[in-house]
């Protein structure tokens, strides 16, 4: 993070009211002074009593200064975003998880728009939208809602079925594909296994001795190259998975969320 905002030698405070404290809602505006930052900032400030703006030029002490102001919203203009968009906003929402960012720019088509959000962006507002809208942007960003246009909301809402189609059928080939490598009997007790069942349950279940069921897990366990129960029900998801290896993004995944939170 400590260089996503350096973009020039210069720094520039365009505006910056009283200290940012009381309780209020904090906005960190980032953006070029010819994009008439300034005047964004008095449209905000006109519209109510309670948001405290600060607002500065991209440079090399953007980063001090929003580490200073700790701010609610991240406002951002379009142009500052940096490539790949994607890894950008990534690394400003895994070190600041509970910060809230609202993209304002022009010319904004939208596939651009769907790509930032995608990557995290809470919200947009384009050159056109009055102190109203803006008003609005915010108070819905700042609850917890998202701020999109219908139309971007319906292309994730048909890209999101269409890739649950997709994630579906490939899981239930990946699922035939496993079972074509195992018995019968080996498929009816990899599945309750995966109910968590205990020997003794899965034993009735299935109508084996205690003994069945354990040659059974034993053939499976070198099947999988596993050694216990819970080894073999993360192997078997590991199998399915439309991604590589799921275990261990689940558990780097785990390992970043903790290493974020220390």
């Known amino acids: 993070m400590n260089n996503l905002y350096a973009s020039s030698p210069d720094v520039t405070n365009i505006h910056c009211n009283t200290p940012l404290n009381d309780g209020k809602t904090k906005i960190f505006i980032v953006g070029h002074k010819d994009f008439s930052i300034d005047s964004m900032a008095r ?68 596939d651009h728009l769907y790509r930032i959000i995608r990557a ?10 009055t102190g109203e809208h803006i008003e609005r942007a915010l108070s819905a960003i700042v609850s917890g809602q998202n701020w999109i246009e219908r139309h971007i909301m319906a292309r994730f809402i048909n890209t999101q079925h269409e890739l649950d189609e997709v994630l579906e059928t ?21 599945c309750e296994v995966v109910k968590g069942l205990a020997i003794k349950q899965i034993a009735e279940e299935v109508h084996l001795s205690h003994q069945g069921v354990k040659m059974h897990l034993a053939k499976l366990f070198k099947k999988f190259k596993v050694t216990n129960r819970n080894q073999l029900i993360l192997a078997a998801f590991d199998k399915i998975s439309p991604v590589e290896d799921l275990t261990m993004l689940l558990r780097n995944g785990l390992q970043r969320k903790l290493n974020v939170a220390e």
């Open 43 to 110: 449209m905000v400030e006109d519209k109510g009593h309670n948001y405290l703006v600060s607002c500065v030029e991209p440079g090399d002490a953007c980063m001090a200064k929003f580490v200073a102001t700790e701010p609610d919203v991240l406002m951002i203009q379009d142009e500052v975003l940096k490539e790949p968009l994607e890894r950008f906003i990534h690394g400003i929402l895994e070190e600041y998880p509970n910060i809230r960012i609202l993209v304002f720019g022009k010319d904004m088509n939208d």
């Open 120 to 129: 995290g962006v809470h919200g947009y507002i384009n050159e056109r939208m």
């Open 170 to 190: 490939q899981f239930y080939d990946k699922i035939s594909q496993l079972c074509d490598n195992l018995t019968r009997r080996e498929t009816e007790i990899l």
